[in-house]
């Protein structure tokens, strides 16, 4: 019987003491690719919504789990990759947590030196439930068009949108790491539009914040 396959692992940067080659960069992202790293991030950013209830938020903690990634390294044969991320994703929530916890201390000491003309404290809150509210608002937009590219059968969109939840901006690197002609991403844009316009108009149409959404 044959041993497993072994991976050559990789050394983060904090142990390097520099930056990645561009040979040493190429060699990380082809083993992030076979190891699919792009359904790993989706998976962590998943489990990051779940612990702030923001897409935002989820996006922030997915980013610096990545970074905590390159800097550490990965040893495929230790740790599967979307376990690895998602152990750094709930290290990086509660360092947030800490540091969020002494902002908010740190905040509270502001406010009470403050004259009678700053901000009073109800004005914070009510600004906190109001960002609270859009963010909760945007979550519910993503849902109902994963639905509906999904009961659309279009594959091309929910790749779409797997990548922009991953910061994937550039429609050349969607089909990059597709494997999917550019134009296929550019021809899906007419698609969503609709999409998105029916959802709006079963909605009774965009509200006044949501038209640049």
């Not at 996006?59 to 991320?85: I, S």
Request: aromatic share 6%; net charge neutral; glycine share 4%.
């Amino acid at each position: 019987m044959s041993e497993p396959k072994r991976h050559t692992a990789i050394i983060g940067t904090d142990k390097l003491g520099r930056a990645f080659t561009n040979e040493e960069r190429e060699t990380f992202a082809a083993l992030l690719r076979a190891h699919d790293f792009v359904g790993a991030c989706l998976i962590a950013l998943r489990f990051a919504f779940k612990l702030r209830h923001s897409i935002a938020a989820a996006q922030d903690l997915l980013g610096r789990a990545k970074l905590r990634l390159v800097r550490t390294g990965w040893d495929p044969d230790a740790v599967p990759l979307v376990k690895l991320l998602c152990r750094f994703v709930w290290s990086e929530h509660t360092h947030q947590l800490e540091e969020t916890a002494a902002a908010r201390r740190a905040e509270e000491i502001f406010l009470r030196e403050q004259e009678a003309t700053a901000a009073s404290p109800e004005d914070v809150a009510l600004r906190i439930e109001r960002e609270r509210k859009e963010e909760e608002r945007a979550a519910r937009h993503i849902d109902a068009l994963r639905a509906a590219f999904e009961a659309a059968k279009d594959e091309v969109n929910l790749l779409w949108l797997k990548y922009k939840l991953d910061d994937v901006d550039e429609p050349r690197e969607m089909a990059r790491l597709s494997g999917l002609d550019v134009m296929e991403f550019y021809r899906a844009t007419e698609r969503r539009n609709r999409h998105v316009a029916r959802l709006l108009a079963a909605r009774g149409g965009p509200k006044k914040d949501e038209e640049d959404t």
